[in-house]
């Protein structure tokens, strides 16, 4: 509930207010991510305990979104933002505890309560910009999502950075107080501004409602579950250990390469209007770029299948088709994103866009799963093939969806 009622904001001052908030969250949620991944390896944590550490992360990505979704419809996307944060806040705290208290059990329930405030904030952020857009402006739409979801994966790779240096400068809990601030400043901004109600639906959604019913929306989100496996089963776990243990890449290198590549990334994807020449994206559009896409892993294979790891020509050339991955990538991502605004209902979008984003969220799961399990039993390359498929499968789902 807003605290000043009568404050009235216009549509883009409210849209302001929601990118930062988004920013501001996504700043915090790459930071923490590097600085557990750097802490525990201080602790003497292995590579797996390390990575038990996201589990509960990530499935709980898949219940919030289906969730969250109907829950927004019911109580409004401003109070399942401020949720969002105000669970992040609860997570952060929890790693203030003395350093005895930190075992596996514990951070991963730290974990899995930023997993779940990390898809409220995304969810009700993405979900909002469709209250706020009228129906017939759907450039103007395509281009706000463009640029919230671009600007938050800079962002985050941003938070990569910000994360380590905290940790350098002032050592984790003086990382976690630093992050806490920023966030409660944002909760209490979010408090004040957002509109009372946002997305709130006329009629009360059902928990029955959950599972969308929707052909167009059902296919998107088969295709982005596919297309987020494509990159997570390369990205996640394969390509570090890969850079790490065969190129001898120290963390630094690691590290900046991964910030790079999300920052970059992120910066496609607000370009996307312009790079598909301000033509609205549809079904046929998204299949289009997801079938070049599959070309890419397929050919960064065989590259690796007739090149020495020290030839620096080779070198040079894969990490630049890992960034056209990227790019291609960006553009893919960035036209689901607008497809699902678009596509929703406006009373209850967040129904639809729950629903998206737990098939994003199981995606990001599966890639996790098989990043570690395919490179550990046949390599890289066989990562890269499946990743492959994946965007084909992608491609196919997303030639099925009609915008009319």
């Not at 103007?140 to 941003?158: D, E």
């Not at 029955?208 to 019913?213: A, F, H, P, R, V």
């Not at 046949?378 to 491609?395: H, N, P, T, Y």
Request: aromatic letters at 14%; a positive charge; proline letters at 2%.
């Amino acid at each position: 509930m807003s605290i000043i009622p009568s404050l009235k904001l216009s549509a883009l001052q409210q849209y302001g207010v929601i990118t930062a908030n988004y920013w501001s969250f996504t700043l915090t949620d790459g930071a923490l991510r590097m600085l557990v991944v750097l802490y525990f390896h201080q602790l003497g944590y292995g590579a797996l305990d390390i990575a038990l550490l996201f589990l509960f992360y990530e499935f709980f990505g898949v219940v919030t979104n289906l969730v969250g979704g109907w829950l927004g419809a019911r109580i409004g996307l401003n109070n399942t933002m401020n949720i969002g944060i105000a669970l992040q806040l609860i997570a952060l705290t929890m790693l203030l505890a003395p350093t005895h208290w930190l075992n596996i059990p514990w951070v991963m329930a730290a974990q899995a309560l930023s997993g779940i405030a990390k898809d409220l904030n995304k969810m009700s952020a993405k979900s909002a910009i469709k209250q706020l857009v009228p129906h017939k402006a759907q450039g103007k739409l395509f281009k706000w999502v463009a640029i919230l979801t671009g600007s938050k994966n800079a962002l985050k790779g941003l938070g990569f950075f910000i994360g380590a240096l905290l940790l350098s400068l002032w050592g984790f809990s003086g990382a976690i107080v630093a992050m806490i601030i920023l966030l409660a400043g944002t909760l209490f901004s979010s408090l004040l501004l957002l509109n009372k109600n946002l997305g709130q639906s006329q009629q009360k959604a059902k928990f029955t409602q959950l599972l969308s019913k929707s052909p167009a929306i059902n296919a998107l989100s088969l295709s982005r579950l596919f297309l987020f496996a494509s990159r997570d089963v390369w990205f996640v776990v394969a390509l570090p250990v890969f850079l790490s243990h065969y190129w001898s890449w120290s963390p630094a290198m690691v590290g900046g390469f991964f910030a790079a590549w999300v920052i970059a990334y992120g910066f496609i994807q607000t370009l996307t209007p312009t790079i598909i020449r301000k033509r609205l994206p549809d079904g046929k559009l998204s299949a289009q770029w997801a079938f070049a896409l599959a070309v890419i892993p397929a050919a960064l294979t065989l590259l690796i299948s007739q090149a020495s790891a020290n030839d620096a020509l080779f070198s040079v050339v894969f990490i630049l088709g890992l960034f056209v991955f990227g790019a291609v990538f960006a553009v893919n991502s960035s036209m689901h994103s607008y497809l699902i605004v678009r596509l929703a209902t406006h009373d209850g979008t967040s129904l639809d866009v729950g629903f998206y984003y737990m098939a994003n969220a199981a995606g990001r799961l599966l890639g996790t799963v098989l990043s570690g399990a395919v490179f550990q039993w046949w390599g890289l390359e066989a990562c890269l093939w499946v990743s492959s498929g994946f965007v084909l499968i992608a491609a196919f789902a997303a030639g099925t969806v009609k915008t009319q």
